[in-house]
Protein backbone atom coordinates (compact mmCIF):
# COMPACT_ATOMS: atom_id res chain seq x y z
CA UNK A 1 0.00 0.00 0.00
CA UNK A 2 1.11 3.15 -0.53
CA UNK A 3 1.68 5.64 1.60
CA UNK A 4 1.36 9.79 1.42
CA UNK A 5 1.65 12.34 3.47
CA UNK A 6 -0.25 15.70 2.64
CA UNK A 7 0.88 19.18 4.24
CA UNK A 8 -1.70 21.36 4.38
CA UNK A 9 -4.73 18.48 4.52
CA UNK A 10 -7.29 21.21 6.43
CA UNK A 11 -7.32 23.33 3.00
CA UNK A 12 -9.96 23.25 0.30
CA UNK A 13 -6.95 21.05 -1.62
CA UNK A 14 -5.92 19.13 0.67
CA UNK A 15 -9.27 17.75 1.54
CA UNK A 16 -9.92 16.77 -2.24
CA UNK A 17 -6.85 15.26 -2.77
CA UNK A 18 -7.10 12.96 0.65
CA UNK A 19 -10.39 12.10 -0.75
CA UNK A 20 -8.86 11.11 -4.57
CA UNK A 21 -5.75 9.16 -2.22
CA UNK A 22 -7.86 7.17 -0.35
CA UNK A 23 -10.31 5.84 -3.22
CA UNK A 24 -6.87 4.79 -4.97
CA UNK A 25 -6.07 2.99 -2.03
CA UNK A 26 -3.50 4.81 -0.29
CA UNK A 27 -2.52 5.39 3.67
CA UNK A 28 -3.33 9.27 3.38
CA UNK A 29 -1.26 10.56 6.47
CA UNK A 30 -2.28 14.57 7.14
CA UNK A 31 0.04 17.43 8.94
CA UNK A 32 -2.69 19.47 10.70
CA UNK A 33 -2.10 22.79 13.31
CA UNK A 34 -3.12 23.06 16.43
CA UNK A 35 -5.19 25.74 16.27
CA UNK A 36 -7.48 26.82 19.93
CA UNK A 37 -10.76 25.80 18.04
CA UNK A 38 -11.23 23.14 15.43
CA UNK A 39 -10.04 23.32 11.87
CA UNK A 40 -10.73 19.90 10.27
CA UNK A 41 -14.37 21.02 9.00
CA UNK A 42 -13.15 19.60 5.19
CA UNK A 43 -11.92 16.63 6.79
CA UNK A 44 -13.75 15.18 9.73
CA UNK A 45 -15.96 13.28 6.78
CA UNK A 46 -12.93 11.31 6.67
CA UNK A 47 -11.97 10.85 10.05
CA UNK A 48 -11.81 7.07 11.55
CA UNK A 49 -11.40 6.46 15.17
CA UNK A 50 -7.63 5.06 15.47
CA UNK A 51 -8.72 1.71 16.96
CA UNK A 52 -10.35 0.37 14.67
CA UNK A 53 -8.95 -1.81 12.24
CA UNK A 54 -6.97 -0.98 8.85
CA UNK A 55 -7.39 2.65 9.40
CA UNK A 56 -5.73 4.71 6.59
CA UNK A 57 -6.24 8.00 7.02
CA UNK A 58 -3.90 9.65 9.81
CA UNK A 59 -3.35 13.23 11.45
CA UNK A 60 -0.18 14.39 12.74
CA UNK A 61 -0.11 17.94 14.67
CA UNK A 62 3.01 19.79 13.13
CA UNK A 63 3.97 23.11 11.26
CA UNK A 64 6.03 23.95 8.70
CA UNK A 65 7.96 25.95 10.04
CA UNK A 66 9.23 23.91 12.47
CA UNK A 67 12.01 21.55 11.20
CA UNK A 68 12.28 18.74 13.90
CA UNK A 69 8.52 18.19 13.44
CA UNK A 70 8.51 17.84 10.35
CA UNK A 71 11.77 15.31 10.41
CA UNK A 72 10.28 13.35 13.08
CA UNK A 73 6.87 12.78 10.93
CA UNK A 74 8.65 12.19 7.81
CA UNK A 75 10.74 9.66 9.80
CA UNK A 76 7.80 7.79 11.33
CA UNK A 77 5.66 7.88 8.30
CA UNK A 78 8.42 6.97 5.41
CA UNK A 79 6.02 8.46 2.77
CA UNK A 80 6.14 7.46 -0.77
CA UNK A 81 4.67 10.58 -1.78
CA UNK A 82 4.74 14.24 0.16
CA UNK A 83 2.32 16.67 -1.51
CA UNK A 84 3.54 20.37 -0.07
CA UNK A 85 0.29 22.59 0.01
CA UNK A 86 0.58 23.97 3.47
CA UNK A 87 0.83 27.84 3.17
CA UNK A 88 -0.47 30.96 4.21
CA UNK A 89 -1.97 31.47 0.74
CA UNK A 90 -3.99 34.39 0.88
CA UNK A 91 -2.46 36.93 -1.33
CA UNK A 92 -4.00 40.40 0.19
CA UNK A 93 -2.59 39.05 3.82
CA UNK A 94 0.68 38.75 2.57
CA UNK A 95 1.02 42.11 2.42
CA UNK A 96 0.46 42.18 6.17
CA UNK A 97 2.33 39.85 7.03
CA UNK A 98 5.62 38.97 4.78
CA UNK A 99 8.06 38.20 7.10
CA UNK A 100 5.96 34.80 8.47
CA UNK A 101 4.68 33.95 4.77
CA UNK A 102 8.43 33.74 3.66
CA UNK A 103 8.95 31.63 6.22
CA UNK A 104 5.93 28.73 6.05
CA UNK A 105 5.56 29.14 2.07
CA UNK A 106 9.65 29.56 1.16
CA UNK A 107 11.58 28.27 3.79
CA UNK A 108 9.02 25.51 4.67
CA UNK A 109 9.44 24.06 1.52
CA UNK A 110 13.43 23.88 2.34
CA UNK A 111 12.05 22.36 5.15
CA UNK A 112 10.65 19.25 3.46
CA UNK A 113 12.84 18.57 0.54
CA UNK A 114 16.15 18.83 3.23
CA UNK A 115 14.06 16.55 6.12
CA UNK A 116 13.96 13.83 3.03
CA UNK A 117 17.68 13.73 1.90
CA UNK A 118 18.97 14.16 6.15
CA UNK A 119 16.53 10.91 6.21
CA UNK A 120 18.20 9.58 2.95
CA UNK A 121 14.49 9.16 1.15
CA UNK A 122 15.78 10.53 -1.65
CA UNK A 123 15.70 7.82 -4.14
CA UNK A 124 12.33 6.43 -2.38
CA UNK A 125 10.14 9.61 -2.09
CA UNK A 126 8.45 11.97 -4.46
CA UNK A 127 7.46 15.65 -3.89
CA UNK A 128 5.01 17.86 -5.54
CA UNK A 129 5.18 21.41 -4.54
CA UNK A 130 2.40 23.73 -5.15
CA UNK A 131 3.55 26.32 -7.02
CA UNK A 132 1.24 28.89 -8.50
CA UNK A 133 0.31 31.34 -11.13
CA UNK A 134 1.07 34.29 -8.66
CA UNK A 135 4.32 33.38 -10.14
CA UNK A 136 4.11 35.24 -13.24
CA UNK A 137 2.39 38.25 -11.94
CA UNK A 138 -0.01 39.11 -14.67
CA UNK A 139 0.20 41.21 -18.31
CA UNK A 140 0.40 44.69 -16.71
CA UNK A 141 3.71 43.61 -14.96
CA UNK A 142 4.85 40.55 -17.06
CA UNK A 143 4.08 41.52 -20.59
CA UNK A 144 3.82 38.30 -22.74
CA UNK A 145 4.31 37.81 -26.35
CA UNK A 146 2.21 34.41 -26.28
CA UNK A 147 -1.30 36.33 -24.44
CA UNK A 148 -0.76 33.12 -21.73
CA UNK A 149 1.84 31.28 -19.70
CA UNK A 150 2.97 28.52 -19.92
CA UNK A 151 5.84 26.26 -18.13
CA UNK A 152 8.60 28.72 -20.30
CA UNK A 153 7.30 31.66 -19.55
CA UNK A 154 9.36 34.19 -17.11
CA UNK A 155 8.56 34.74 -13.53
CA UNK A 156 7.57 38.23 -12.46
CA UNK A 157 5.94 37.47 -8.42
CA UNK A 158 4.14 40.77 -7.49
CA UNK A 159 3.28 39.87 -3.19
CA UNK A 160 5.41 38.70 -0.49
CA UNK A 161 3.14 35.56 -1.57
CA UNK A 162 4.24 35.39 -4.98
CA UNK A 163 8.14 36.08 -4.04
CA UNK A 164 7.74 33.20 -1.05
CA UNK A 165 6.68 30.70 -3.67
CA UNK A 166 9.23 31.63 -6.47
CA UNK A 167 11.83 30.74 -3.77
CA UNK A 168 9.62 27.36 -3.08
CA UNK A 169 9.73 26.93 -6.54
CA UNK A 170 13.59 27.34 -7.34
CA UNK A 171 14.42 25.22 -4.10
CA UNK A 172 12.42 22.10 -5.63
CA UNK A 173 13.69 22.33 -8.80
CA UNK A 174 17.14 22.83 -7.18
CA UNK A 175 16.80 19.22 -5.36
CA UNK A 176 15.62 17.73 -8.14
CA UNK A 177 18.51 18.67 -10.51
CA UNK A 178 21.70 18.66 -7.25
CA UNK A 179 19.99 15.59 -5.51
CA UNK A 180 18.00 13.52 -8.09
CA UNK A 181 15.04 14.12 -6.34
CA UNK A 182 11.59 13.16 -7.94
CA UNK A 183 10.37 16.65 -7.16
CA UNK A 184 7.36 18.63 -9.22
CA UNK A 185 6.65 21.89 -9.64
CA UNK A 186 2.62 22.15 -10.33
CA UNK A 187 2.11 26.32 -11.35
CA UNK A 188 -1.44 25.81 -10.83
CA UNK A 189 -3.67 28.67 -11.82
CA UNK A 190 -6.80 29.95 -9.68
CA UNK A 191 -8.83 27.09 -8.63
CA UNK A 192 -11.81 27.14 -6.42
CA UNK A 193 -15.12 25.13 -5.04
CA UNK A 194 -17.73 24.89 -2.18
CA UNK A 195 -14.66 24.34 0.24
CA UNK A 196 -12.39 27.61 -0.67
CA UNK A 197 -11.87 29.74 1.96
CA UNK A 198 -14.47 32.25 2.67
CA UNK A 199 -12.02 35.32 1.82
CA UNK A 200 -11.47 34.18 -1.64
CA UNK A 201 -13.26 36.87 -4.15
CA UNK A 202 -14.81 33.46 -5.43
CA UNK A 203 -16.33 31.92 -2.86
CA UNK A 204 -16.73 35.46 -0.67
CA UNK A 205 -19.00 36.40 -4.23
CA UNK A 206 -20.97 33.14 -3.45
CA UNK A 207 -21.53 33.57 0.32
CA UNK A 208 -22.97 37.03 -0.43
CA UNK A 209 -25.25 35.77 -3.23
CA UNK A 210 -26.84 33.40 -1.02
CA UNK A 211 -27.12 35.40 1.96
CA UNK A 212 -27.93 38.55 -0.24
CA UNK A 213 -31.06 36.02 -1.82
CA UNK A 214 -32.11 35.04 1.44
CA UNK A 215 -32.26 38.19 2.93
CA UNK A 216 -29.78 37.81 5.36
CA UNK A 217 -26.54 40.65 3.79
CA UNK A 218 -27.62 43.93 1.92
CA UNK A 219 -24.08 44.57 0.31
CA UNK A 220 -21.30 42.93 -0.76
CA UNK A 221 -17.85 44.86 -0.75
CA UNK A 222 -15.19 43.94 -2.97
CA UNK A 223 -12.14 45.55 -4.30
CA UNK A 224 -10.65 45.40 -7.94
CA UNK A 225 -13.56 44.39 -10.40
CA UNK A 226 -11.41 44.40 -13.44
CA UNK A 227 -8.64 41.20 -12.47
CA UNK A 228 -9.19 38.87 -14.81
CA UNK A 229 -8.49 35.05 -13.52
CA UNK A 230 -8.15 31.42 -15.27
CA UNK A 231 -10.56 29.58 -12.62
CA UNK A 232 -11.33 26.85 -12.59
CA UNK A 233 -12.19 23.24 -10.14
CA UNK A 234 -10.45 22.59 -7.41
CA UNK A 235 -11.64 18.55 -7.45
CA UNK A 236 -9.79 18.69 -11.33
CA UNK A 237 -6.67 20.23 -10.24
CA UNK A 238 -5.84 17.56 -7.38
CA UNK A 239 -5.66 15.07 -10.15
CA UNK A 240 -3.37 16.89 -12.10
CA UNK A 241 -1.17 16.77 -9.19
CA UNK A 242 -1.35 13.06 -8.62
CA UNK A 243 -0.41 12.41 -12.11
CA UNK A 244 2.43 14.52 -11.55
CA UNK A 245 4.36 11.82 -9.38
CA UNK A 246 3.18 9.03 -11.59
CA UNK A 247 4.96 9.99 -14.27
CA UNK A 248 8.75 8.38 -15.11
CA UNK A 249 10.52 11.73 -14.83
CA UNK A 250 10.12 14.52 -12.39
CA UNK A 251 8.77 17.78 -14.61
CA UNK A 252 7.21 20.79 -13.94
CA UNK A 253 3.81 21.80 -15.56
CA UNK A 254 0.99 24.29 -15.76
CA UNK A 255 -2.33 23.78 -14.21
CA UNK A 256 -5.18 25.70 -15.96
CA UNK A 257 -8.29 26.16 -18.03
CA UNK A 258 -6.56 28.29 -21.12
CA UNK A 259 -9.72 30.80 -20.54
CA UNK A 260 -10.07 33.85 -18.00
CA UNK A 261 -12.97 35.61 -16.51
CA UNK A 262 -13.54 38.71 -14.67
CA UNK A 263 -14.23 39.05 -11.15
CA UNK A 264 -17.40 41.62 -11.99
CA UNK A 265 -18.31 38.55 -14.83
CA UNK A 266 -18.17 36.26 -12.02
CA UNK A 267 -20.29 38.28 -9.67
CA UNK A 268 -22.64 38.52 -12.53
CA UNK A 269 -22.48 34.70 -13.35
CA UNK A 270 -23.53 34.34 -9.66
CA UNK A 271 -25.97 36.33 -9.26
CA UNK A 272 -27.47 34.70 -12.58
CA UNK A 273 -27.64 31.43 -10.64
CA UNK A 274 -30.33 33.06 -8.14
CA UNK A 275 -32.38 34.77 -11.13
CA UNK A 276 -30.94 38.04 -10.20
CA UNK A 277 -29.60 40.32 -13.36
CA UNK A 278 -27.62 43.13 -12.27
CA UNK A 279 -26.59 46.75 -14.25
CA UNK A 280 -22.76 48.02 -13.15
CA UNK A 281 -22.83 51.66 -12.81
CA UNK A 282 -19.48 54.02 -12.60
CA UNK A 283 -16.01 53.38 -12.59
CA UNK A 284 -13.23 52.46 -9.79
CA UNK A 285 -14.15 53.12 -6.96
CA UNK A 286 -17.28 54.67 -7.42
CA UNK A 287 -18.52 51.44 -9.05
CA UNK A 288 -21.65 49.63 -8.15
CA UNK A 289 -23.61 46.71 -9.34
CA UNK A 290 -27.48 47.11 -9.13
CA UNK A 291 -30.73 44.77 -9.70
CA UNK A 292 -31.78 45.19 -13.35
CA UNK A 293 -34.65 42.46 -13.01
CA UNK A 294 -34.96 39.15 -10.46
CA UNK A 295 -36.93 36.52 -12.05
CA UNK A 296 -36.61 33.47 -9.15
CA UNK A 297 -40.05 33.94 -6.84
CA UNK A 298 -38.02 32.73 -4.30
CA UNK A 299 -35.48 34.86 -4.00
CA UNK A 300 -37.02 38.59 -4.85
CA UNK A 301 -34.55 41.36 -4.67
CA UNK A 302 -36.17 44.97 -5.55
CA UNK A 303 -35.23 46.67 -9.02
CA UNK A 304 -32.74 49.36 -8.46
CA UNK A 305 -31.16 47.97 -5.18
CA UNK A 306 -27.41 47.98 -4.73
CA UNK A 307 -25.98 44.81 -3.98
CA UNK A 308 -22.12 45.74 -4.74
CA UNK A 309 -20.16 48.29 -3.82
CA UNK A 310 -16.47 48.67 -4.47
CA UNK A 311 -14.15 49.16 -1.49
CA UNK A 312 -10.73 50.32 -1.80
CA UNK A 313 -9.80 48.57 1.60
CA UNK A 314 -9.50 45.37 -0.86
CA UNK A 315 -6.90 46.87 -3.39
CA UNK A 316 -3.96 45.25 -3.36
CA UNK A 317 -0.32 47.13 -3.15
CA UNK A 318 0.43 45.50 -6.44
CA UNK A 319 -2.23 43.80 -8.25
CA UNK A 320 -2.13 40.88 -10.55
CA UNK A 321 -4.04 42.25 -13.19
CA UNK A 322 -4.87 39.19 -15.56
CA UNK A 323 -3.59 35.62 -15.57
CA UNK A 324 -4.07 33.14 -18.42
CA UNK A 325 -2.79 29.56 -18.62
CA UNK A 326 -2.05 27.09 -21.43
CA UNK A 327 -2.38 23.49 -19.93
CA UNK A 328 -1.03 21.75 -23.42
CA UNK A 329 1.88 20.15 -21.55
CA UNK A 330 -0.60 18.76 -18.97
CA UNK A 331 -2.93 17.67 -21.61
CA UNK A 332 -0.19 16.05 -23.72
CA UNK A 333 2.20 14.49 -21.16
CA UNK A 334 -0.28 14.03 -17.76
CA UNK A 335 -3.42 12.77 -20.02
CA UNK A 336 -4.94 15.40 -17.59
CA UNK A 337 -8.46 17.07 -18.80
CA UNK A 338 -10.54 19.27 -16.56
CA UNK A 339 -14.00 17.89 -15.71
CA UNK A 340 -15.78 21.19 -14.58
CA UNK A 341 -16.98 24.26 -16.69
CA UNK A 342 -16.58 27.45 -14.92
CA UNK A 343 -20.61 27.75 -15.42
CA UNK A 344 -21.19 24.41 -13.38
CA UNK A 345 -18.20 25.28 -10.96
CA UNK A 346 -20.51 28.65 -9.74
CA UNK A 347 -23.93 26.49 -9.76
CA UNK A 348 -22.03 24.19 -7.41
CA UNK A 349 -20.67 26.78 -5.00
CA UNK A 350 -23.88 28.96 -5.21
CA UNK A 351 -26.27 25.95 -4.71
CA UNK A 352 -24.20 24.92 -1.74
CA UNK A 353 -24.00 28.42 -0.13
CA UNK A 354 -27.67 28.36 -0.44
CA UNK A 355 -28.23 24.68 1.12
CA UNK A 356 -25.62 26.53 3.89
CA UNK A 357 -26.60 29.95 4.77
P1 LIG B 1 -5.85 26.82 1.78
O1 LIG B 1 -5.55 28.19 2.27
O2 LIG B 1 -7.27 26.36 1.69
O3 LIG B 1 -5.08 25.76 2.71
C1 LIG B 1 -3.80 25.99 3.18
C2 LIG B 1 -3.39 24.88 4.11
O4 LIG B 1 -2.09 25.15 4.62
C3 LIG B 1 -4.31 24.73 5.34
O5 LIG B 1 -4.44 23.35 5.62
C4 LIG B 1 -3.51 25.42 6.42
O6 LIG B 1 -3.82 24.95 7.74
C5 LIG B 1 -2.11 25.00 6.03
N1 LIG B 1 -1.08 25.83 6.66
C6 LIG B 1 -1.05 27.18 6.77
N2 LIG B 1 0.05 27.56 7.44
C7 LIG B 1 0.72 26.42 7.76
C8 LIG B 1 1.90 26.16 8.49
N3 LIG B 1 2.62 27.14 9.05
N4 LIG B 1 2.31 24.88 8.62
C9 LIG B 1 1.56 23.86 8.11
N5 LIG B 1 0.42 24.06 7.41
C10 LIG B 1 0.01 25.32 7.26
O7 LIG B 1 -5.12 26.67 0.38
P2 LIG B 1 -5.54 25.82 -0.92
O8 LIG B 1 -5.97 24.48 -0.49
O9 LIG B 1 -6.40 26.65 -1.77
O10 LIG B 1 -4.13 25.73 -1.67
C11 LIG B 1 -3.22 24.66 -1.42
C12 LIG B 1 -1.82 25.08 -1.83
O11 LIG B 1 -1.80 25.40 -3.21
C13 LIG B 1 -1.27 26.31 -1.13
O12 LIG B 1 0.12 26.12 -0.98
C14 LIG B 1 -1.54 27.45 -2.10
O13 LIG B 1 -0.62 28.48 -1.90
C15 LIG B 1 -1.33 26.73 -3.41
N6 LIG B 1 -2.09 27.22 -4.55
C16 LIG B 1 -3.44 27.37 -4.46
C17 LIG B 1 -4.17 27.75 -5.57
C18 LIG B 1 -5.65 27.93 -5.52
O14 LIG B 1 -6.19 28.58 -6.43
N7 LIG B 1 -6.34 27.38 -4.54
C19 LIG B 1 -3.49 28.01 -6.86
C20 LIG B 1 -2.07 27.77 -6.85
C21 LIG B 1 -1.41 27.39 -5.72
P3 LIG B 1 -4.99 25.61 8.61
O15 LIG B 1 -6.26 24.94 8.15
O16 LIG B 1 -4.60 25.26 10.00
O17 LIG B 1 -4.99 27.08 8.33
P1 LIG C 1 -5.66 35.31 -5.83
O1 LIG C 1 -7.15 34.98 -5.33
O2 LIG C 1 -5.12 36.54 -5.24
O3 LIG C 1 -5.68 35.20 -7.32
O4 LIG C 1 -4.85 34.09 -5.18
P2 LIG C 1 -8.28 35.91 -4.70
O5 LIG C 1 -9.54 35.16 -4.86
O6 LIG C 1 -7.91 36.38 -3.33
O7 LIG C 1 -8.26 37.20 -5.66
C1 LIG C 1 -8.54 37.10 -7.04
C2 LIG C 1 -8.68 38.50 -7.62
O8 LIG C 1 -9.90 39.07 -7.13
C3 LIG C 1 -9.64 40.42 -6.76
N1 LIG C 1 -10.62 40.83 -5.75
C4 LIG C 1 -10.72 40.35 -4.51
N2 LIG C 1 -10.05 39.37 -3.86
C5 LIG C 1 -10.42 39.06 -2.59
N3 LIG C 1 -9.80 38.07 -1.96
N4 LIG C 1 -11.40 39.75 -1.95
C6 LIG C 1 -12.10 40.76 -2.55
O9 LIG C 1 -12.99 41.36 -1.94
C7 LIG C 1 -11.75 41.06 -3.90
N5 LIG C 1 -12.23 41.94 -4.80
C8 LIG C 1 -11.54 41.80 -5.91
C9 LIG C 1 -8.21 40.39 -6.23
O10 LIG C 1 -7.67 41.72 -6.21
C10 LIG C 1 -7.56 39.47 -7.25
O11 LIG C 1 -7.15 40.19 -8.37
C11 LIG C 1 -5.37 32.76 -5.19
C12 LIG C 1 -4.84 32.05 -3.94
O12 LIG C 1 -5.48 30.80 -3.84
C13 LIG C 1 -3.34 31.82 -4.04
O13 LIG C 1 -2.91 30.99 -2.97
C14 LIG C 1 -3.04 31.12 -5.37
O14 LIG C 1 -1.66 30.92 -5.50
C15 LIG C 1 -3.58 31.93 -6.53
O15 LIG C 1 -4.98 32.09 -6.37
C16 LIG C 1 -3.34 31.25 -7.87
Given at each position: ??????T??T??????????????????????????S??????D???V???E??V??????G???????????I???????????G?????K???????????V?????L???????I????????????S??????????????????????P?????????????G?????????????F???G???N?E????????????I?????????????????????????????????????????????????????????????V???????????D??G??????????S????????????????????Y????????????????????????????E?????M????????
Amino acid sequence: MKKALITGVTGQDGSYLAELLLEKGYEVHGIKRRSSSFNTQRIDHLYVDLHEENVRFKLHYGDLTDSTNIIRIIQEVQPDEIYNLGAMSHVKVSFDMPEYVANVDAVGTLRLLEAIRILGLTEKTKIYQASTSELYGGMAANKNAKGFYDESSPFYPRSPYGAAKIYGYWITRNYREAYGMFACNGILFNHESPRRGETFVTRKITMAVARIAKGKQECLYLGNLNAQRDWGHAKDYVEAMWLMLQQEKPDDYVVATGKTTSVRDFVRMAFAEVGVELDFVGENEKEIAIVRSSSNPQYQLEPGKVVVKVDPEYFRPTEVDLLIGDPSKAKRVLGWEPKYTLEEMVKEMVQSDLNNC
